[in-house]
């Protein structure tokens, strides 16, 4: 039995994360995956039920569950007035570090390149995001009007975790191959920790071809040539700007899914934002909360050595491949006609 905190999020989230959990049953059920989906409040409900974006009912149910689908969280139009109008400090608070994030470009969708099938990987908990790495005050400082410091953050131990995700997740794949992006030559005390302990990680996985790419580089390669490129790995403010350009290769952020992984847990949350403006409008596109599922029960089965979660996994990538096929129930941003929930039902039929 896996146990899923459901958190709907903000805006879209409440029309995108129903279609996710939706899907994500079919595929239990088509498995024989048993599942429990537990609703939790987050975000702006939260706050109105409990005076917290992460009420402590929420987090303290979290710590039970295997792992969870958040919903985009609209943090932009929160009161900047009110110290307890905050980001929710999920990734933080449950040491999920590393961000998981694959791009996939389909042959009938629109996209700057075709035959695209890159995982992304970014260490979350470290590197120059103030806010991840600092437990009081703050990474970034002015002494004078006049000199502006930032700390950058890189341990061995996040390194060498987020490159061993990079290279089991790489021999789940055809190609068996891990890109480190860094720029050594440069930092060579931060960014040569990093290369140090992927280099480290790559001798115990013999069957997968390691490489190394400078950061400036691996942009441009990206946007000439990604098709080269198979489990890409990276810190976090480098990582921050690639898994971006990766989106961009294949639709945009609309076609973005993700998971921020941990230890034991992980999140399926989705690349993009809430998008206030099209909130209530029944035309969000549910693909990369649902590919987001998808990849969560992916990460349970090889995890925790369940066959029947990483066959619901296939079930779903199946489907989606499929209905984006068929093109007949896509949304707007796809080219197509139908709503946010005649794409979930499709999916969950075609599953």
Same mark, same amino acid.
């Given at each position: 039995?896996?146990?899923?905190?459901?958190?709907?999020?903000?805006?879209?989230?409440?029309?995108?994360?129903?279609?996710?959990?939706?899907?994500?049953?079919?595929?239990?059920?088509?498995?024989?995956?048993?599942?429990?989906?537990?609703?939790?409040?987050?975000?702006?409900?939260?706050?109105?039920?409990?005076?917290?974006?992460?009420?402590?009912?929420?987090?303290?149910?979290?710590?039970?569950?295997?792992?969870?689908?958040?919903?985009?969280?609209?943090?932009?139009?929160?009161?900047?007035?009110?110290?307890?109008?905050?980001?929710?400090?999920?990734?933080?608070?449950?040491?999920?570090?590393?961000?998981? !994030?694959?791009? *996939?470009?389909? #042959?009938?969708? @629109?996209?700057?390149?075709?035959? /695209? $099938?890159?995982?992304?990987?970014?260490? %979350?908990?470290?590197?120059?995001?103030?806010?991840?790495?600092?437990?009081?005050?703050?990474?970034?400082?002015?002494?004078?009007?006049?000199?502006?410091?930032?700390?950058?953050?890189?341990?061995?131990?996040?390194?060498?975790?987020?490159?061993?995700?990079?290279?089991?997740?790489?021999?789940?794949?055809?190609?068996?191959?891990?890109?480190?992006?860094?720029?050594?030559?440069?930092?060579?005390?931060?960014?040569?920790?990093?290369?140090?302990?992927?280099? !480290?990680?790559? *001798?115990?996985? #013999?069957?997968? @071809?390691?490489?190394?790419?400078? /950061? $400036?580089?691996?942009?441009?390669?990206? %946007?000439?040539?990604?098709?080269?490129?198979?489990?890409?790995?990276?810190?976090?403010?480098?990582?921050?700007?690639?898994?971006?350009?990766?989106?961009?290769?294949?639709?945009?952020?609309?076609?973005?899914?993700?998971?921020?992984?941990?230890?034991?847990?992980?999140?399926?949350?989705?690349?993009?934002?809430?998008?206030?403006?099209?909130?209530?409008?029944?035309?969000?596109?549910?693909?990369?909360?649902?590919?987001?599922?998808?990849?969560?029960?992916?990460?349970?089965?090889?995890?925790?050595?369940?066959? @029947?979660?990483?066959?619901?996994?296939?079930?779903?990538?199946?489907?989606?491949?499929?209905?984006?096929?068929?093109?007949?129930?896509?949304?707007?941003?796809?080219?197509?006609?139908?709503?946010?929930?005649?794409?979930?039902?499709?999916?969950?039929?075609?599953?």
């Amino acid at each position: 039995m896996l146990k899923i905190g459901v958190l709907m999020g903000d805006d879209i989230g409440l029309e995108v994360v129903p279609e996710c959990v939706k899907v994500l049953k079919a595929a239990a059920a088509a498995s024989g995956l048993q599942i429990e989906c537990q609703e939790l409040p987050i975000g702006k409900r939260g706050h109105e039920l409990h005076g917290n974006t992460l009420p402590p009912v929420t987090a303290k149910a979290l710590e039970a569950c295997d792992g969870w689908v958040m919903g985009p969280i609209g943090h932009s139009a929160y009161p900047r007035n009110d110290p307890t109008w905050v980001m929710p400090p999920v990734r933080k608070r449950f040491q999920l570090f590393a961000s998981i !994030k694959p791009v *996939k470009s389909y #042959p009938n969708l @629109k996209s700057v390149h075709k035959d /695209v $099938d890159i995982v992304f990987l970014r260490e %979350v908990n470290e590197g120059m995001m103030s806010s991840s790495v600092v437990l009081a005050g703050s990474g970034e400082f002015r002494p004078n009007d006049d000199i502006s410091i930032g700390m950058r953050v890189i341990t061995r131990k996040g390194a060498n975790r987020v490159a061993r995700e990079a290279f089991e997740i790489a021999r789940t794949r055809p190609r068996r191959k891990v890109n480190a992006v860094h720029k050594e030559p440069v930092y060579r005390i931060c960014c040569g920790m990093f290369a140090e302990e992927c280099r !480290k990680v790559a *001798k115990e996985f #013999p069957d997968v @071809k390691f490489e190394e790419t400078m /950061v $400036d580089t691996m942009c441009m390669k990206l %946007v000439m040539n990604p098709q080269q490129y198979d489990v890409v790995v990276t810190s976090n403010q480098f990582g921050d700007m690639i898994t971006d350009e990766g989106a961009g290769l294949v639709g945009g952020l609309g076609l973005a899914p993700g998971i921020c992984a941990g230890e034991k847990q992980a999140m399926a949350q989705a690349t993009h934002g809430s998008a206030p403006d099209i909130a209530g409008k029944s035309i969000a596109n549910p693909y990369a909360m649902i590919m987001s599922g998808k990849m969560l029960i992916e990460w349970l089965g090889r995890k925790r050595n369940e066959p @029947k979660a990483t066959q619901a996994a296939a079930l779903i990538d199946g489907a989606m491949d499929k209905v984006i096929a068929e093109a007949k129930h896509l949304t707007p941003d796809l080219g197509g006609r139908g709503s946010t929930k005649e794409m979930g039902d499709a999916v969950a039929a075609a599953v």
